[in-house]
């Protein structure tokens, strides 16, 4: 009778942490974020001014490259879990404003929904993953490779 029990609590115990990994799974996908792509022209208009259409939209191959950084490069994610986490990334607040072309730009309070990567001198073009804390948060802030797409 004893290996019976066995067999059931271990088929228990199995089951119990093959859930408990995907409400994790499920968990940690609803703490990712992308931009809004509806977002594009507003945030251009924002971190270019005046400059916009000179600069961006004017130039076909110019607004094709920063649509797909728009759409793929960037992930904003909540982690509240501090383990695995690297103990250091640079802070948001270490990346400068883009005010070459539209010295207004302020820094606002990180919302993932409206934060508008343009407006800061990241290097979009790298060809490796950059990661950002966004101070005094949960939030950080990953820029994948940059990958030339048609």
């Known amino acids: 009778m004893k290996p019976k029990i066995l067999k059931y609590l271990f088929l228990f115990i199995f089951s119990l942490g093959f859930v408990t990994g995907y409400a994790q799974e499920d968990d940690f996908k609803q703490r990712r974020y992308r931009p809004a792509q509806a977002d594009f022209q507003k945030f251009v208009?924002?971190?270019?001014?005046?400059?916009?259409?000179?600069?961006?939209?004017?130039?076909?191959?110019?607004?094709?490259?920063?649509?797909?950084?728009?759409?793929?490069?960037?992930?904003?994610?909540?982690?509240?879990q501090t383990a695995g986490v690297p103990e250091y990334f640079p802070e948001l607040s270490m990346i400068p404003l883009m005010s070459t072309y539209n010295p207004s730009l302020t820094r606002t309070t990180f919302n993932p929904a409206t934060f508008n990567p343009f407006k800061y001198e990241f290097n979009f073009y790298s060809k490796e993953r950059q990661f950002f804390h966004v101070d005094g948060t949960n939030y950080y802030i990953i820029i994948e490779p940059f990958v030339i797409r048609n």
């Open 45 to 80: 208009k924002e971190a270019y001014g005046d400059k916009a259409n000179e600069l961006v939209f004017d130039r076909p191959s110019r607004l094709k490259t920063l649509k797909n950084l728009f759409a793929n490069s960037f992930i904003f994610v909540e982690n509240s």
